[in-house]
C-alpha cells in the first residue's frame, strides 16, 4: 500500500474529480460512512459502541467526514451523540451541506468555545470522542481556541479516535505542537506520511486505513514513491531453496565484527545471518577476541585476522564469498578505517552497521563516497547524523526526505532505524515498516538486524531486496518474541529466526 504526504493526497483527491468525474461531495460521503464502519468493526468489535459518543468537527473537510459519521450513527441507533462544532459553523461546501444535513436529523450541536462549560461535561461522560478538528492541511500549530480543545479532549478519559489524522498532526508537525492523542487513526484513503514522524507516532495509537472511493489507477500510481513496509514482506523475498542444494550453493558471508568488550555484537550478527539460510558464515577476529568468539560460535567458522596491520592485501582472499558485513561492535582502531576501504573496492555486496557507520563517515570526510547501489547502511538516527551531517533533531523532525538524499548520495540503501524504521533506495523509493515495539529496543536488535539484512544479499538478493527482506523478518520476529515471551533478550531473536523462515 503507498504512503503519501498531505499534498500528495490532495493531488489525488482533486485528480479523481476532475479525471474521474467523481464529487467532492460523494467522496466525503464515502470517507465518513466507510470510516463509521471501519470504526464499529475494528474498534468496537463489530458492535455499536455503547456510552455517550462525541463527533468534534472543525470547519474543514475532516469536520465533515466526522458529521457523515455521526449521522450514520444516529442512522444505525446511537441514543446519546452530539456533535462540537470547533471553530464556528461551516459556512459553504461540503462540510455545511453535511451540518444541514445533521440538523435536519435533529442532531445535538453544541459550539466551541461559546458552550465550552457544556461541553466540558458531556467530554468527561464520553465513551468515545470521534476527533475532526483538524486534518493534513493544517500549517503550522494549532491556537486557541482549537488548542484549548485538543487539551480538552485530551483530558477526558474517553477514547479517542483521529479522523483522517489526530489534530494537530501535520507535515510539518512539531513535537511542541498540541495535539489529539488518540487511540485509533481512521485514515482516509491512504496512510499519511505524518502518521510515522517520530515524534508523531505516539500519538496515533492504532492506524487504521478507511477505503475511500478513489480510482485504484490514483491511489496504486507508481510514481508515488512512498510504501508501507508489511511483516510478512519477507516471506516473497526468500527465494526458494532447492532440496538438492549444498552450502556452497546457498551463499557464503564474511563477516567483520567484534572487539573487546563487544564480542556480543559479533555473535549475534554473524549466528543470526547463519540462521536465514546461508550455507556459510565466517566471522573475523582480531586475535584479542579469537578465544573468545571461537568458543562461543560453533556453526560460525571463526578466523583469527591480524588485523591491525593491514600493508598486505593480498593476505586475505575475499573471492569465495558472495557478501559482506561490516561493523557491529567492529571498535575503531588504527587501521580499520584503510580496512573498510579496502573491502568497499572488492566488488562484493554488503552491509554497513554500528562502528562501520563510523568509520564510512570519516571516509566521506575526505572525499566523495560512492557504493555503487551494492551497499545497505543499518544507521540509528545518531549514526545517521554523523555520516549525513544533519543534526538527531533535524532527521527526527522529519526523516524521511534526509533519508532519500542520504541514500542517492551515497549509491547505497539506507535504513534509518526507529520505532518506525524507513528503508530508503538511490532510485527514490521509500518504503516505511509501522507496528512499534518497545521490546525491540534492546541492545544487540539491531545487530541481528544487521545480519538478517547481510545474509539476504549474500543469499542473493539486491541490497534493496535485502534490506526489505531483513527489516519486515526483524518487525516479525520482534512480534513472535513478544507474543511467546514478554521482554526478551536480543539472543531470543536467534532460535526464533529458523522457525519463522521455516
Not at 11 to 26: G, K, N, P, V
Amino acid at each position: 500500500m503507498k504512503v503519501v504526504s498531505s499534498e500528495a493526497m490532495a493531488t489525488i483527491d482533486r485528480r479523481a474529480q476532475d479525471e474521474f468525474a467523481i464529487s467532492s461531495q460523494l467522496l466525503m460521503e464515502d470517507a465518513g460512512l466507510a470510516g463509521w464502519e471501519l470504526f464499529v468493526r475494528r474498534a468496537c468489535a463489530g458492535r455499536l459502541p455503547r456510552g455517550p459518543l462525541v463527533f468534534v468537527a472543525g470547519k474543514g473537510n475532516n469536520g465533515g467526514d466526522a458529521m457523515v459519521m455521526a449521522r450514520r450513527a444516529l442512522g444505525q441507533g446511537a441514543q446519546d451523540l452530539l456533535i462540537v462544532l470547533a471553530g464556528g459553523l461551516p459556512r459553504e461546501g461540503n462540510p455545511a451541506q453535511m451540518l444541514a444535513i445533521c440538523e435536519a436529523y435533529g442532531t445535538p450541536l453544541l459550539s466551541w468555545p461559546e458552550d465550552r462549560e457544556k461541553i466540558l461535561i458531556r467530554l468527561r461522560k464520553a465513551s468515545w470522542i470521534l476527533d475532526g478538528i483538524a486534518g493534513t492541511g493544517l500549517r503550522g500549530a494549532l491556537r486557541p481556541p482549537l488548542s484549548d480543545l485538543v487539551s480538552a479532549v485530551n483530558d477526558a478519559r474517553a477514547k479517542k479516535a483521529a479522523i483522517d489524522v489526530p489534530s494537530g498532526v501535520s507535515d510539518s508537525f512539531d513535537a511542541s505542537w498540541p495535539a489529539v492523542r488518540a487511540d485509533v487513526t481512521l485514515t482516509m484513503g491512504l496512510p499519511k506520511l505524518c502518521l510515522y514522524l517520530p515524534h508523531a507516532r505516539a500519538l496515533c495509537g492504532r492506524v487504521l486505513v478507511v477505503p475511500v472511493g478513489f480510482p485504484p489507477a490514483l491511489v496504486n500510481d507508481p510514481s508515488i514513491p512512498g510504501e508501507m513496509l508489511s511483516f510478512t514482506a519477507w516471506r516473497k523475498l526468500a527465494k526458494p531453496v532447492p532440496p538438492d542444494t549444498h552450502k556452497n550453493r546457498r551463499g557464503h558471508l564474511a563477516v567483520f565484527a567484534g572487539s573487546l568488550g563487544t564480542t556480543g555484537a559479533a555473535w549475534l550478527s554473524a549466528t543470526a545471518a547463519a540462521r536465514s539460510r546461508l550455507g556459510l558464515v565466517s566471522l573475523f577476529a582480531g586475535r584479542d577476541v579469537y578465544p573468545i568468539l571461537a568458543e562461543k560460535a560453533t556453526s560460525v567458522m571463526v578466523k583469527p585476522w591480524d588485523e591491525p596491520h593491514p600493508p598486505d592485501w593480498g593476505g586475505l582472499d575475499l573471492s569465495q564469498y558472495t557478501g559482506l558485513l561490516v561493523g557491529p561492535g567492529w571498535g575503531l582502531a588504527d587501521g580499520r578505517e584503510r580496512w573498510l576501504e579496502h573491502l568497499l573496492t572488492q566488488n562484493l555486496p554488503g552491509t554497513i552497521d554500528a562502528d562501520g557507520i563510523t568509520l564510512l563517515s570519516r571516509i566521506s570526510k575526505r572525499g566523495r563516497v560512492a557504493l555503487g547501489g551494492r551497499w545497505v547502511l543499518t544507521p540509528h538516527p545518531g549514526e545517521f547524523a554523523r555520516i549525513s551531517g544533519v543534526s538527531r533533531d533535524d532527521v527526527l523532525r522529519d526523516p524521511v526526505p534526509h533519508t532519500r538524499e542520504l541514500s542517492a548520495r551515497l549509491e547505497a540503501v539506507v535504513v534509518l532505524k526507529g520505532h518506525c524504521t524507513i528503508v530508503a533506495s538511490p532510485s527514490g523509493s521509500f518504503w516505511i515498516i509501522d507496528g512499534p515495539n518497545a521490546a525491540l529496543a534492546t541492545a544487540g536488535s539491531g545487530d541481528v538486524l544487521a545480519g538478517l539484512i547481510a545474509a539476504g544479499i549474500a543469499g542473493g538478493l539486491s541490497a534493496t531486496e535485502g534490506a526489505l527482506f531483513g527489516v519486515s523478518l526483524h518487525a516479525c520476529l520482534g512480534r513472535a518474541a513478544w507474543r511467546r515471551l514478554g521482554w526478551f533478550l536480543a539472543e531470543d531473536l536467534v532460535p526464533l529466526i529458523s522457525r519463522v523462515l521455516g
